[in-house]
């Protein structure tokens, strides 16, 4: 069993920047896949950004150039760097593991409120 643990959501106006932080822990495979999801309201949830344990990242095009996904392999930690945050960030952000099986754990989330 895998625990997912977020932090570091917040208030913030536009422009500014929040960092997430996302804890896991429990067995895990050496090999696996660390994303960020985000859900607002009355949407469908939307990947935001993926990081492979060699680093490799992929961002979703509305985050793109904004938010820096990054991963510390040693302590099981993703970070999700946001900066330049808009209203339409405004969301409910999951940290998610992926093990090599395809299983995904998900954490209970953060919520991240951007005001104009």
């Known amino acids: 069993q895998v625990q997912l643990v977020e932090s570091g959501g917040g208030l913030v106006q536009a422009g500014g920047s929040l960092r997430l932080s996302c804890a896991a822990s429990?067995?895990?495979?050496?090999?696996?896949?660390m994303r960020w999801y985000r859900q607002a309201p009355g949407k469908q949830p939307e990947l935001v950004a993926t990081?492979?344990?060699?680093?490799?990242?992929a961002y979703a095009a509305s985050v793109e150039g904004r938010f820096t996904i990054s991963r510390d392999n040693a302590k099981n930690t993703v970070v999700l760097q946001m900066n330049s945050l808009k209203p339409d960030d405004t969301a409910r952000y999951y940290c998610?593991?992926?093990?090599?099986?395809?299983?995904?754990?998900r954490g209970q989330g953060t919520q991240v409120t951007v005001s104009s």
């Open positions: 998610a593991l992926v093990e090599t099986t395809g299983y995904i754990y």
């Open positions: 429990g067995r895990m495979t050496s090999s696996y896949l």
């Open positions: 990081i492979t344990r060699e680093s490799i990242t």
